[in-house]
T-cell receptor, first 113, second 113 residues
């Protein structure tokens, strides 16, 4: 079955530190990859997406992600986090020919002042 | 542009009552998705529609749940009768066939007492 794994349930970083959130997806046809962010009590907001082309994609709020087909990974990065980045982050995949998003379990990010 | 609109934002009801959740997708989007989010199970796809037709309802937990899309701008998710285990956040999302990017509404927080 197609699946998405986010190995880290909870990550704590200090404000101003760099961040990397991991995401691995199960092997399948060409994937379309997404990162969403959910602030407490809010809906899911699209951070960035990868369909094809340059494997390093830029998103909103200073986030970027890199697609590595050989590792089946799509890790999210930010060089310097802000207190407002505290939220839950979801990685998701849609495979070519499909419409259903498969979500990871999410990573909760806490920022220390 | 207006995003996905959901109503109500919060719903508190008693066990056995009927609950109706509403969703207005983004204009021009031809796919509509209903999700449920709980701490235990994360984000689950319940059902999705294409051009107002239900395509996959395999995620609907049981016969107490039903969903309709009478036209391109409106969908409902109904629970009858409701049970305490139905307490969750219910999200609606929409996308275009060519885009595959799903845009989420703010969600309806349902509490069944």
């Amino acid at each position: 079955a197609q699946s998405v794994t986010q190995p880290d349930i909870h990550i704590t970083v200090s404000e101003g530190a760099s961040l990397e959130l991991r995401c691995n997806y199960s092997y399948g046809a060409t994937p379309y990859l997404f990162w969403y962010v959910q602030s407490p009590g809010q809906g899911l907001q699209l951070l960035l997406k990868y369909f094809s082309g340059d494997t390093l994609v830029q998103g909103i709020k200073g986030f970027e992600a890199e697609f590595k087909r050989s590792q089946s990974s799509f890790n999210l990065r930010k060089p310097s986090v802000h207190w407002s980045d505290a939220a839950e982050y979801f990685c998701a995949v849609v495979y070519q020919g499909a419409q259903k998003l498969v979500f990871g379990q999410g990573t909760r990010l806490t920022i220390n002042p | 542009d207006a995003g996905v609109i959901q109503s109500p934002r919060h719903e508190v009801t008693e066990m056995g009552q009927e609950v109706t959740l509403r969703c207005k997708p983004i204009s021009g989007h031809d796919y509509l998705f209903w999700y449920r989010q709980t701490m235990m199970r994360g984000l689950e796809l319940l059902i999705y529609f294409n051009n107002n037709v239900p395509i996959d309802d395999s995620g609907m937990p049981e016969d107490r749940f039903s969903a309709k899309m009478p036209n391109a701008s409106f969908s409902t998710l109904k629970i009858q009768p409701s049970e305490p285990r139905d307490s969750a956040v219910y999200f609606c999302a929409s996308s275009r066939t060519s885009g595959r990017t799903q845009y989420f509404g703010p969600g309806t927080r349902l509490l069944v007492l």
